[in-house]
């Protein structure tokens, strides 16, 4: 395993404190892992507050900032963050508005963030939670712990967070976030597999010519595995599964996002193939991220999240925005 | 069983999870994000520390602490679901001194019954219930029927490695392993694993204090 860390034990900690060095508009607290916005708590405004493992940056903490999150607690490497780290994140942003959570469908993150809302109700603080579970690999979802949340997390935050920006009250900022929810869908690819760095060696094993398909974000396997195939054809089995789903018509959202270790120039290659499918099915990417968002380590490969815009989530969308992954408009 | 007793379950449970964490995190790989033995490795060392640092002056107190650390250090879904393990039985031991064959399947009872609630899992899930369920059911029926705690815990720990392997050909319906659908057949549970070790160590607990 070749990375640049000291040690595998000290890799959250020490992230985030390069993190607080090279952004001002963050507070860091390295010890209890919270990242906040440098004016959290804003008085009468809702807090945003979201979390998980850590091995997905820029997801969370690189989406702390104005019209985004007011705190980020990103546990141990792909490991959801404990109830402590919750707790102090949501009283550190309650500006008396109310706190929402914005959490990822997976058991981890659903229970730890379940116990951390119970201990800060106890305490007064009112907390509401948005689950994301937009990834259509998944999808026996009877029989399993329902959908994983991925992509659409970034587009949950973004939106929900323009919207208490603007001072709406919790139960819309709530609503906001479970409409882009509903609205959206994702699915990924993997090209190889990452390396966890306690692990030390990669988490599953795949052939030079082959790729793993409906991959989650934290590098366990999807739900086939194929042969590897030009960008062309690798997107468009991600956009059928979504549009099989969910079908796509009208204004879109779109991030074709990268898993870490894939080239700009390939995700723009992709994006490329995913606009042409849209326009196919008579859909247009009027919003579009393209970059590295939600990762999942060094591992190849991408994934794509389509969000069905509406002129409100479009308005949402286009608000200001200044964290350190995301900025336009201020 | 006195504390002593209970932390020497905690000692051994941390020197079992250390010493299988490599195994643990493989088995985690195969189905999941290959952090289990790691994170738990992380917890049960923590609630040793935290079992040194302040003495538990009863059992239930040192279960409830263990239960506590863990939920603090371990994150993901094993350090709530190991944490309602720990503090269930903390709670149904109370604080009495010392605890009864009786009062130990009853908690261990307790346990099952909280992760169940907690994690929204039954038997075949194929998840830890799959090895606490059934352990629970041979420790009761043993120590019901008059079984010394030593051969008891013998029949839980045997239950739970059965209950662990039956678990292998099932398609996983919670945890991170059910989004894997049927590609997750034929892998072993890595919480089953761990809850077997975890019965393991306890009955190691009961050994060493004939033992003693």
């Excluded at chain 1, 990375?3 to 209890?32: C, F, Q, S, W, Y």
């Excluded at chain 1, 305490?123 to 689950?131: F, K, Q, R, W, Y």
């Excluded at chain 1, 409409?179 to 190889?192: C, D, K, N, P």
């Excluded at chain 2, 009786?102 to 346990?111: E, F, H, S, T």
Aim: proline share 5%.
């Amino acid at each position: 395993m070749k990375k640049l860390i000291n040690h595998p034990d000290d890799v959250v900690t020490e992230a985030l404190a390069g993190m607080a060095l090279a952004h001002p508009g963050l507070r860091v607290d390295v010890a209890n892992r919270v990242v906040y916005r440098r004016a959290a708590p804003v008085r009468g405004k809702v807090g945003l507050v979201s979390g998980g493992g850590s091995g997905h940056e820029p997801l969370h903490g690189g989406f702390v900032g104005h019209g985004m999150l007011d705190a980020a607690c990103p546990g141990e490497v792909f490991t959801s963050p404990v109830p402590d780290q919750v707790v102090e994140a949501t009283k550190g942003v309650d500006g008396g508005a109310g706190v929402l959570h914005v959490v990822k469908n997976y058991t981890g993150d659903v229970l730890n963030f379940q116990m951390a809302a119970e201990l800060c109700a106890e305490e007064g603080v009112e907390v509401a939670s948005v689950l994301v579970d937009d990834d259509v690999a998944v999808t026996d979802s009877l029989h399993t712990a329902g959908r994983r949340g991925t992509g659409a997390t970034v587009f949950a935050e973004k939106i929900a967070g323009a919207l208490a920006e603007a001072g709406a009250p919790l139960a819309e900022v709530v609503k906001a976030g479970e409409e882009v929810v509903a609205r959206s869908r994702s699915f990924g690819v993997a090209l190889t597999p990452c390396t966890v760095p306690a692990a030390g060696r990669p988490t599953f094993a795949l052939e030079p010519d082959e790729v793993e398909l409906g991959i989650g974000i934290h590098g366990e396997p999807g739900r086939a595995r194929a042969a590897a195939a030009p960008a062309r054809e690798l997107a468009r089995v991600a956009m059928e599964a979504v549009h099989t789903d969910m079908p796509l018509s009208g204004d879109v959202l779109v991030m074709v996002n990268g898993m870490g270790g894939t080239p700009l120039a390939e995700l723009y290659i992709v994006f490329a193939e995913v606009a042409a499918f849209l326009r196919e099915k008579g859909a247009a990417p009027a919003r579009s991220l393209v970059g590295n968002y939600v990762t999942s380590l060094d591992m190849q490969g991408f994934s794509v999240t389509v969000c069905r815009l509406t002129d409100e989530l479009t308005a949402l969308w286009d608000a200001p925005v200044d964290t350190p992954a995301l900025r336009w408009g201020r | 069983m006195d504390t002593g007793f209970f932390v020497a379950w905690i000692e051994a449970a941390a020197r079992a999870v250390a010493a299988d964490r490599e195994r643990l995190t493989e088995l985690d790989a195969a189905i999941g994000d290959a952090d289990h033995g790691i994170n738990l490795d992380r917890g049960f060392t923590a609630a040793r520390e935290a079992l040194a640092a302040d003495p538990p002056a009863t059992p239930g107190r040192a279960l409830t602490l263990t239960g506590t650390t863990l939920i603090r250090k371990v994150g993901g879904a094993s350090g709530p679901l190991y944490g309602t393990v720990f503090r269930q039985m903390g709670t149904a031991l109370g604080p009495a001194a010392a605890a009864t064959p009786d009062a130990l399947a009853d908690a261990v009872a307790a346990a099952v019954a909280g992760v169940e609630r907690l994690g929204g899992a039954r038997e075949g899930d194929k998840t830890m219930v799959d090895a606490l369920a059934p352990a629970s059911r041979a420790l009761s029926g043993a120590v019901r029927a008059g079984t010394a705690i030593e051969e008891a815990l013998d029949a839980a720990v045997a239950a739970a490695e059965d209950g662990a392997r039956a678990a292998i050909p099932l398609r996983a319906r919670k945890g991170r392993a059910s989004y894997l659908g049927d590609r997750g057949i034929g892998h072993e549970d890595p919480g089953a694993a761990s809850s077997v070790l975890l019965l393991a160590a306890l009955r190691q607990a009961a050994r060493g204090g004939l033992r003693r």
